[in-house]
């Protein structure tokens, strides 16, 4: 397998986000390609605001022609033809200004109202992208070893996320919720600087000493990354116990299940059940207390 077929193979981690961002801003940032987001390596988002006059333009003439063809079918229609023709030329054309005067007030006060909305809901991912500026890393932040680690941990913690002994409370749900993510950011900063070291060394040495050094730097890098590849997987072995523990709980729910069925053709089969629950439990047990051992001392901030 050549190099680039072993990148393409090579899972590709979603955005790496503080997790002490907002919820809002973690959900958005996301929702976006994660090739398309580079936070630390790149400048902050410029927000370009456009003046209120242009981008109001186009609703702001739409509304004075509408005013305008109101106040001019209003007046017509709210004054009895007889009185129309009784009225002089000037009092029939300060009539209709009025009414036009009025509506085009009012229209340009709803535009304005309407414009400042959309410009708001227009603005605010790139606002949500500069305020998260450096507190979110993509997946083009990091090296290929990097980034499969990276992806590794993120499946790790999902895996334990989604289990089911941790939603209903038998795993320490707390301390994973906040733990993980934590756990997970901390990883992702050093792999990205682990990576911008690693891209700052030069392809090829110019000469017998730049080799030596550049071969004593990539020893170097290559031990960081071992030793955050090794924490990855103190994470991988916790998930592992999980899933034990998990495999146990459905283990256990089928007996359940099975134990609660009436009939006499299954009474055999519930007995037998009933049978086998405790030690499943037993072992359930077992399970679980080396989970929560094994999420403490990987998460606890003193480990």
Known sequence: MTMNDSDHAAPTPRVAVD?????????????????????????APDIQTPGFLYAAARPLAKAVGTAMGTAALSFLFAVPYGDLLDMSYGDALRSLLWGVAVLGVLGFWGVAAVTNQRQAAHQRPA????EAHG??????????GAAAALARTQAAADSIL??????????????????????EWEIAQN??????????????????????????????????LE???????????????????????KEL????????????SEEVLGLMARDAEAGVVSALDQ???AARSAGAALLTKDS
């Open 19 to 43: 997790p002490e961002l907002s919820d809002e801003t973690r959900a958005f940032l996301r929702r976006l390609d994660p090739l398309a987001l580079r936070s630390s390596s790149e400048p």
């Open 127 to 130: 606002r949500l992208l500069k």
């Open 135 to 144: 507190r979110y890393l993509g997946p083009n932040e990091f090296m290929p």
């Open 162 to 183: 989604d289990a089911e002994v941790q939603k209903r409370g038998l795993l320490d749900r707390d301390l994973n919720i906040k733990g993980l993510s934590a756990f």
């Open 191 to 224: 792999l990205a600087t682990y990576s911008h070291e690693a891209k700052g060394l030069p392809a090829w040495p110019a000469g017998g000493r730049a080799a030596q050094i550049l071969s004593a730097g990539h020893r170097g890098l290559a031990r960081r």
């Open 227 to 249: 030793g955050i590849v090794a924490r990855v997987e103190r994470l991988e072995e916790y998930a592992k116990a999980v899933t034990e523990a998990e495999q146990l709980h």
């Open 253 to 264: 729910m089928q007996l359940r299940g099975i134990s609660d069925r009436e009939g006499s």
């Open 287 to 289: 399970a679980v207390a």
